[in-house]
Structure formats: structure tokens, C-alpha cells
């Protein structure tokens, strides 16, 4: 479960004060809103990666607000996917594993897992030039999968791929999360990709972050990736 | 047939106001090609012009009278064993303190920015002056200076670690420099990704960012290597030029020249260039083996 309890971040002049959301344990999140307003910030807030002026963040149940990054246990795929370009995928899929000092009978194991989970295995050797955008999605999914973490958080993951791509990286999204037992918050602009995967829609719209109804994804512009004001406002 | 600059109907006004768009004249590249080459060629001109003079000054033969002077080669010796500590050195240095600068946002960071290049706008002869009143005049000084004689036998001030020292007062800076646009360039996100996954700080700079900044840690050897080469006055000053032992390259140019050498000047000067080209190759060589 992530609770955002009061939250109050800020960057530079941007302010985003006071906001609070649930997403319970072992949901599949969206979270929708206007580019700039913040949605970055948040996840990045709940990575530990960004400090958090006031408030709370609780997972599941433990107030984490100061705790390192590495102490949070929280697979994350930013958005600009941020792969080590000196590694190869496998090393990828091994580096969490080998800094929780795992033997090298499980972390075999589990690059084998994810190798075919993700379909990467032909992957394995290459380095990160020259992978497409659905392979490099998959593995810095992958990077993100490896230590088995509760809470998985994915910022607009899915960008710049080719629709039939997308369709396919959506179903192995969800086919993780539910094999995974994951808690997942997945920001995005596109209103196919929402559909697909969300089980809940969480809005960031003028400052405030309000939980709504699957059905609102219908009032979502898909040409400006914008909600009506109607949606925001009520 | 188009040897002459007839007007054909591509090119004439009539064509150009009778078609559907009027072509814009592009005009030549070659002015502006003329201009980078003629500009940037005059100074690797002026650079090959200087090398031809120290040729037209020497022969073979005094470059081998000079070579088996025991003092020349003595010269030789220190000067490749020096510039490579120091060298070594201020990279060990400015790697740490490069990626601080790059990295961190803190309170007097200006502060410390400034100190790093205080050794770079510096007249060298300054920083030889400064270290050789540190070591002999002030309780610091002479207190380290006292200790590492008690300890290990060695002397500072007008001895061989002097020559280090004096190299690497001015070579780290430029170090230090190179590390820290070498940080700049390398993406912080990685970084911030491998924290979340588990990494330490420590861990995070070994394991994603050093991996990535060999080409500048190349980079930074290399000028440490040639600033070190080309150290003259703060050795001078603080390591003096005793023969056979302070005495570095640039040291016996001057020696050299002191005494109506002129030939043997030029030969050592030649070799230093010799040298440099030599060192600069291998390291930018292997530099590229090891980032490609």
C-alpha cells in the first residue's frame, strides 16, 4: 500500500502542496494529469529520490518519509528509463541482486525467470546500444523486477513505442503485477494504455490528486492529454 | 561548351521570375572553409614553424652528445618518474573532488571553486615561491618536513619529492577541472536509479558513474602528464636545479642555456617534445581501447 499523507513537495518555484492518496495494496494505479503538474515529482517522492517538504509517505503501513532510496525496496522505471550504458542487460538484471549479496545460484536463477517473463533471454549478452524501445522497456522492467520488490512504480513506461509494442508491453505489465503480488502506480498520457491496465485512476489536476472512477478516463482529451474541466472539478 | 559563363536558362533572371518560385542564391561554403582553415592553420603553422627552427639548430650527432650525458639521462629518468606520480597523483585528487563539485549543491561550493583554479591563473613561479615558504617557514611546514625525514629519510624542500609536489600543485588543478566536466556530462539519472535499487552512494559512484567516466579519467592523466612535463618554475624555485638530482627536462633546457649550450639546449628540448608526443599518443590509444 502507498500513502502520500499531506504531502508537500517542492522543486525550484514549483509547489505541491498538500497532497494525499491511497493506493491500496495490490492494486494496479493510474495516475493521469497535465504535463508539468507534478506527476514526476510524486513518484519520485515516493522513491526517496526527492525530499518532501512536509507530510507523510507510509508503505504499507511503515512511515519511510526519511528513508533512503535503497532502504525502500520500490522497483522504478523513470521515465527516460536511465539504463547503465557500461552494462550489459544481464549485468542489469543481476545488479540489485548482487548488491543483497544473493548467491549466484539465485541470481541465475531469477535472470532466467526474468529473461523469459520479459522474453529477453537473446537480450542477455548485448549492451543497451542498439536495443529498440520495447527492449529497452523491458529490461529496465526487468532491472526494476529483480529483487522481488512489493511496489512497483513506472513513469509513463510505455512512451514512444509502436501501438502493437504497447498492447504487448501492457499485458506483460499487468501479468507481473499479478504474478509479482505488486502494488503498481503507472503514470500516463495515453487514455488506451489507462484502459488496459488500470484497476484504479487517480487524477492530478490543479494541484490536487483525487482518486476517480475508471469511467472518467472517457473525459479524457486525447488529443491535448488534458480532462475536461468538468472531470477535474468535481 | 560550358566553359563559358553564359547565362542558360537555370540560372537567368527571366527562368527565375518565369518559374513557379523564385530560387534562393545559396552562395559559396568556400569563404567560410577558407576563413576555418586559414585561421585555425596559421597557429598549427606557427606550432610546426617553431619545431623546423629547433631542427635547423641541431644535428644527430648532438642530439646523441647530449643523450650520454649521464646528467641528461639522469634528466630523463626523473622527469618520466615524476610527471607519472604526480600525474597519478592529481588524478586520485581530482577525481573525489570533481565529482563533489559536479555532484552537490552546498553552502561556499563558489568558495572552493575558486581555491581549485587559484593554481591555474597563478604565475608558476608563485606556487614554487609559495610551497618553498610553506615547507621552510611557517611550524606546518617544518614540522612535516622534520617528520617525514624522522620517519622515512626524506627530505622535501630542494629534493626529488619537491619536484612532485611543485608538478602536482599545478596539475591537479587542471585535473581537477577535467573531473569535474567529465561528471557533468555523465547523466545523474543512472545514478539516482541505482539508489533505488539498492546502491549506497559509494556503491552508486563505483558501479554506474566511474564505469562511464574513463574517457575523462584518460583525459585528466594526460593533462596532469603534460602539465608535469612542462613544470619549470615552481621546481626551480622550490626544488632548485642541482644536477643528478632535482634536475628534470625543463630544468636542463634552462642548465643548458645558462651555460652557451644552445645545441644541447635545443637537442633535450626536442626530445621533451619527442616525449610528450610519444606519451600522448599511448595514452589517448589506450583511452580509446578502453571506452570503445
Given at each position: 500500500?502507498i500513502?502520500?499523507?499531506?504531502?508537500?513537495?517542492?522543486?525550484?518555484?514549483?509547489?505541491?502542496?498538500?497532497?494525499?492518496?491511497?493506493v491500496p495494496a495490490g492494486a494496479y494505479c493510474v495516475l493521469?494529469?497535465?504535463?508539468?503538474?507534478?506527476?514526476?515529482?510524486?513518484?519520485?517522492?515516493?522513491?526517496?529520490?526527492?525530499?518532501?517538504?512536509?507530510?507523510?509517505?507510509?508503505?504499507?503501513?511503515?512511515?519511510?518519509?526519511?528513508?533512503?532510496?535503497?532502504?525502500?525496496?520500490?522497483?522504478?522505471?523513470?521515465?527516460?528509463?536511465?539504463?547503465?550504458?557500461?552494462?550489459?542487460?544481464?549485468?542489469?538484471?543481476?545488479?540489485?541482486?548482487?548488491?543483497?549479496?544473493?548467491?549466484?545460484?539465485?541470481?541465475?536463477?531469477?535472470?532466467?525467470?526474468?529473461?523469459?517473463?520479459?522474453?529477453?533471454?537473446?537480450?542477455?549478452?548485448?549492451?543497451?546500444?542498439?536495443?529498440?524501445?520495447?527492449?529497452?522497456?523491458?529490461?529496465?522492467?526487468?532491472?526494476?523486477?529483480?529483487?522481488?520488490?512489493?511496489l512497483l512504480l513506472l513513469?509513463?513506461?510505455?512512451?514512444?513505442?509502436?501501438?502493437?509494442?504497447?498492447?504487448?508491453?501492457c499485458e506483460?505489465l499487468r501479468t507481473v503485477h499479478r504474478t509479482g503480488d505488486l502494488t503498481t502506480l503507472h503514470?500516463t498520457?495515453?487514455?488506451?494504455e489507462a484502459a488496459q491496465v488500470a484497476e484504479r485512476l487517480l487524477?492530478?489536476?490543479?494541484?490536487?490528486?483525487?482518486?476517480?472512477?475508471l469511467?472518467?478516463?472517457?473525459?479524457?482529451?486525447?488529443?491535448?492529454?488534458?480532462?475536461?474541466?468538468?472531470?477535474?472539478?468535481? | 561548351?560550358?566553359?563559358?559563363?553564359?547565362?542558360?536558362?537555370?540560372?537567368?533572371?527571366?527562368?527565375?521570375?518565369?518559374?513557379?518560385?523564385?530560387?534562393?542564391?545559396?552562395?559559396?561554403?568556400?569563404?567560410?572553409?577558407?576563413?576555418?582553415?586559414?585561421?585555425?592553420?596559421?597557429?598549427?603553422?606557427?606550432?610546426?614553424?617553431?619545431?623546423?627552427?629547433?631542427?635547423?639548430?641541431?644535428?644527430?650527432?648532438?642530439?646523441?652528445?647530449?643523450?650520454?650525458?649521464?646528467?641528461?639521462?639522469?634528466?630523463?629518468?626523473?622527469?618520466?618518474?615524476?610527471?607519472?606520480?604526480?600525474?597519478?597523483?592529481?588524478?586520485?585528487?581530482?577525481?573525489?573532488?570533481?565529482?563533489?563539485?559536479?555532484?552537490?549543491?552546498?553552502?561556499?561550493?563558489?568558495?572552493?571553486?575558486?581555491?581549485?583554479?587559484?593554481?591555474?591563473?597563478?604565475?608558476?613561479?608563485?606556487?614554487?615561491?609559495?610551497?618553498?615558504?610553506?615547507?621552510?617557514?611557517?611550524?606546518?611546514?617544518?614540522?612535516?618536513?622534520?617528520?617525514?625525514?624522522?620517519?622515512?629519510?626524506?627530505?622535501?624542500?630542494?629534493?626529488?619529492?619537491?619536484?612532485?609536489?611543485?608538478?602536482?600543485?599545478?596539475?591537479?588543478?587542471?585535473?581537477?577541472?577535467?573531473?569535474?566536466?567529465?561528471?557533468?556530462?555523465?547523466?545523474?539519472?543512472?545514478?539516482?536509479?541505482?539508489?533505488?535499487?539498492?546502491?549506497?552512494?559509494?556503491?552508486?559512484?563505483?558501479?554506474?558513474?566511474?564505469?562511464?567516466?574513463?574517457?575523462?579519467?584518460?583525459?585528466?592523466?594526460?593533462?596532469?602528464?603534460?602539465?608535469?612535463?612542462?613544470?619549470?618554475?615552481?621546481?626551480?624555485?622550490?626544488?632548485?636545479?642541482?644536477?643528478?638530482?632535482?634536475?628534470?627536462?625543463?630544468?636542463?633546457?634552462?642548465?643548458?642555456?645558462?651555460?652557451?649550450?644552445?645545441?644541447?639546449?635545443?637537442?633535450?628540448?626536442?626530445?621533451?617534445?619527442?616525449?610528450?608526443?610519444?606519451?600522448?599518443?599511448?595514452?589517448?590509444?589506450?583511452?580509446?581501447?578502453?571506452?570503445?
Open positions: 500500500m500513502e502520500l499523507d499531506d504531502v508537500t513537495l517542492r522543486s525550484g518555484p514549483f509547489v505541491l502542496a498538500n497532497v494525499s492518496a491511497v493521469m494529469g497535465e504535463t508539468g503538474r507534478g506527476k514526476t515529482t510524486i513518484l519520485e517522492a515516493i522513491c526517496g529520490l526527492r525530499p518532501v517538504a512536509a507530510g507523510r509517505i507510509l508503505l504499507d503501513g511503515t512511515d519511510v518519509t526519511r528513508w533512503k532510496p535503497a532502504a525502500r525496496n520500490i522497483g522504478y522505471v523513470p521515465q527516460d528509463l536511465a539504463l547503465f550504458p557500461t552494462m550489459t542487460v544481464r549485468e542489469h538484471l543481476e545488479f540489485a541482486l548482487r548488491l543483497r549479496n544473493a548467491t549466484a545460484a539465485t541470481i541465475r536463477a531469477r535472470v532466467d525467470e526474468l529473461a523469459d517473463v520479459l522474453d529477453i533471454g537473446p537480450l542477455l549478452g548485448r549492451r543497451m546500444q542498439g536495443l529498440s524501445g520495447g527492449e529497452s522497456q523491458r529490461v529496465a522492467l526487468g532491472r526494476a523486477l529483480s529483487f522481488r520488490p512489493r513513469d509513463e513506461p510505455l512512451n514512444a513505442l509502436d501501438e502493437s509494442t504497447r498492447d504487448r508491453l506483460l503514470i498520457h495515453n487514455r488506451a487524477i492530478l489536476a490543479d494541484g490536487t490528486l483525487r482518486q476517480r472512477p469511467g472518467d478516463l472517457q473525459l479524457l482529451d486525447s488529443a491535448t492529454s488534458t480532462f475536461s474541466t468538468a472531470a477535474a472539478r468535481n | 561548351m560550358t566553359g563559358n559563363a553564359v547565362p542558360t536558362p537555370l540560372n537567368s533572371g527571366a527562368a527565375e521570375a518565369a518559374g513557379p518560385a523564385a530560387r534562393h542564391r545559396v552562395g559559396s561554403d568556400v569563404p567560410f572553409f577558407i576563413y576555418l582553415g586559414g585561421v585555425g592553420g596559421s597557429y598549427i603553422l606557427l606550432i610546426l614553424l617553431m619545431l623546423a627552427a629547433d631542427l635547423t639548430y641541431t644535428s644527430p650527432a648532438d642530439f646523441a652528445t647530449a643523450l650520454e650525458k649521464p646528467e641528461i639521462q639522469y634528466s630523463i629518468r626523473l622527469t618520466l618518474i615524476s610527471c607519472t606520480i604526480s600525474a597519478l597523483l592529481a588524478v586520485l585528487v581530482a577525481t573525489p573532488l570533481g565529482y563533489l563539485l559536479s555532484r552537490f549543491a552546498f553552502r561556499g561550493r563558489w568558495l572552493i571553486d575558486t581555491i581549485v583554479d587559484i593554481p591555474i591563473v597563478l604565475p608558476p613561479l608563485v606556487i614554487g615561491l609559495s610551497l618553498l615558504i610553506l615547507f621552510n617557514r611557517t611550524a606546518v611546514g617544518i614540522y612535516a618536513e622534520r617528520r617525514l625525514e624522522d620517519y622515512f629519510g626524506l627530505r622535501i624542500t630542494f629534493a626529488e619529492p619537491a619536484v612532485v609536489l611543485a608538478q602536482f600543485s599545478v596539475a591537479c588543478a587542471f585535473a581537477v577541472q577535467t573531473m569535474r566536466v567529465t561528471f557533468d556530462q555523465i547523466d545523474t539519472r543512472a545514478e539516482q536509479v541505482s539508489l533505488t535499487l539498492g546502491c549506497r552512494r559509494s556503491q552508486a559512484f563505483l558501479h554506474v558513474t566511474m564505469p562511464q567516466a574513463w574517457r575523462g579519467i584518460i583525459a585528466a592523466l594526460t593533462i596532469a602528464w603534460a602539465r608535469s612535463l612542462g613544470e619549470f618554475g615552481p621546481i626551480l624555485v622550490f626544488a632548485g636545479a642541482t644536477r643528478m638530482k632535482t634536475e628534470v627536462l625543463s630544468t636542463t633546457v634552462f642548465l643548458e642555456l645558462s651555460v652557451g649550450q644552445l645545441e644541447a639546449a635545443v637537442a633535450v628540448s626536442l626530445l621533451m617534445v619527442l616525449t610528450a608526443v610519444g606519451v600522448l599518443s599511448v595514452v589517448r590509444l589506450v583511452g580509446t581501447r578502453v571506452t570503445a
